[in-house]
Every structure is written in C-alpha cells, then in structure tokens.
C-alpha cells in the first residue's frame, strides 16, 4: 500500500500551525504500515518564504521527510493540488490525502480512514469528521465544522453538520463528497473524473473546487463514506454562524477578493451544470441567481462586474 498525504502552505498564514499540524502528522504516520509519501506545495507568493524555512527544520527531526513543491506564485487550491496528486501519482501512490495546514489530527485518523478505503472497494473517498479548532485559544471543541459536504436541490451545497454541537446525529448519512479541508482518495476513482486533463477544475482558483470535485464523483457514481471515527481539528476561517446577522457580519469582514472567488465560482457551478439538473432544480438555481444579483446591486456592488464571468469562462471551454 503507498500513501500520498499533501497539504499548501500560503506565506504568513499558514506558517503559525505549522508546527504542531507536523507534529500531529507524524503521530499519525507512525501508527501506519504503508510506503509513505509526504509532499507540501508552497503557494507563498512573496518572501519571506518562512514555511520553507519550518518544513526544512521538520525534516532534520522526522521519519517522515517533507518533499517540498515551491510554485514561487500563488496558483490557487485547484491548480496547485492538481500538481501535487500529479506527483503523488507519479510516486506510485495508490491513495491520496489532501488536508490544510490549519489543522490537528487525532493519532488514529489516518488509519481509520486507510482501513475503511481498503476494505471497501466501491469507495472512491473517505473523510473524517472534523471539528472545530480554536487556535487562539488552544481548545478542541465538539463544535462540527464538517462531517462531509451534502447537496440540496439547487446546486446548494454545504459543510454537513457545520456549526452544530456533536451528538452523533450526522453518523449514517450520505454525503457526495468530502470537505476540501480534509479528505482520502483512491488515485484510481480521480482519474476516472478527470475534466480536460485536470482533477480539480482550476477555473475554480479557489473557494468552491471541493464542492464542484465532489459533484463529479456524485455524477459517475464514485460514493464518498464519513468515517465517524477519524477525528480532526480545524482552525477555519469562513464557516457558517448561528444566524443571518452573525453571518453577514462575517462575510462583510472578509476582504473583497475573497468575496469576489466565491461568489464567481457559485455562478461557474451553475454554469457548468443547470443543463444537465432537473426542472426543479433549475428553478431554483435562477431564483437563487436573482437574489444574488439584487445582493450584489444593493449591498456589494463590486461583484456585479464578476457576475457574468463564470458563464463566458464555460462556454469558452464547453
């Protein structure tokens, strides 16, 4: 068996987990019997290049040395992991685990999510359930911060379970494809969804690529499981709040260009797949297309010059 795990780094934010994310990580490989490869793509698009300087401190000190994949830009989440499962291919791996630096592993998540992939063969990915870390205050809740990422008619996806208290109520369900923030594949069941050449759609840069992947194995029929018993922490940054208020609060503190990726790639989904849903399901996507422009009219103007652009990206290529 040979795994590939990867993880980006992206200058000074990613560089303050680095540490005890490594540390975590290496507890977690030594509970493995596997060929294991470890590759770290930098997306740092200035120097400093501190995450270089961490990895290669980690690397004097580990079984598990980190081959280092320096871009020197930022190529965005899909492009860059699109070179990393590359080399992992390359390697020989016969899976693949993409997970974010931000991030604390329980010792055994690895190898609970390695067992469930192995023994069942009809899987083309697994994921864990993944909780909320506070970083700043050094604590581990029970608050989900995804069990796996679910669909509703519409287009509408989002994290499973996201935001809720833990009681078990999400273990069972389906889901149509891991979180991008941590997730287990069978390098096989990638290939087999390959669009133009790539895994991830890199038109996606970033925000959103995890959904559209996920509904492409959804579409062949490549089921995704949750492994309830795998257990990871994450620090995220956007995450849905308790209420509409609390959520327009946070999403006005992102900056613009964060805004501006996801709200394009929401319409580049739409783009890429309202010919091919249901009737139903078209009606809502437009219905969800006009209040995202009478949004954006109203109250973010800025990301009216972005609203069409995902439609003429799709047919450029489609």
Known sequence: MKLAVAFLCYNESSAPYLPEFLKSLDAALRRLE????????????RAPFIN??????HNLS????????????????????????????????????????????????????????????????ACPKIYRWDFAGKRLTN?????????????RFYDLGQGQEDYGQYEGMEIIGPSGAAALFRISA???????????????????????LSYRLYRAGQETALVPGAIAYH??????????????RHW????????????????????KYFHSEGYFSRFLIIIRLIFMFLFSLILAPFLLKTFFKPWKMHRSID
């Open 34 to 45: 596997a060929e294991i490869f470890v590759f770290a793509g930098d997306n740092s698009d």
């Open 62 to 125: 580990t079984s598990f040395p980190v081959k280092l994949l320096a871009f020197d830009r930022n190529l965005g989440f899909a492009a860059a992991y699109n070179r990393l499962i590359a080399a992992a291919k390359e390697a020989g791996a016969d899976y693949f685990l993409m997970i974010n630096p931000d991030m604390l592993l329980a010792e055994d998540m690895i190898a609970k999510l390695l067992s469930v992939l192995s023994e069942r063969i009809d899987l083309a990915a």
């Open 190 to 212: 990638l290939e087999k969804i390959k669009e133009h050449g790539q895994y991830f759609d890199e038109r996606f840069f970033m925000y959103k690529e995890d959904c559209d």
């Open 235 to 248: 620090d995220r940054s956007s995450a849905s709040q308790k209420n509409l208020w609390q959520t327009w």
């Open 143 to 155: 608050i989900i911060d995804s069990c796996g990422i679910g669909l509703a008619s519409g287009l």
């Open 52 to 57: 270089q300087e961490l990895l290669s401190r």
């Open 252 to 271: 006005r503190k992102r900056s613009r260009l964060t805004r501006s990726w996801s709200f394009t790639n929401q319409n580049l989904i739409f783009a």
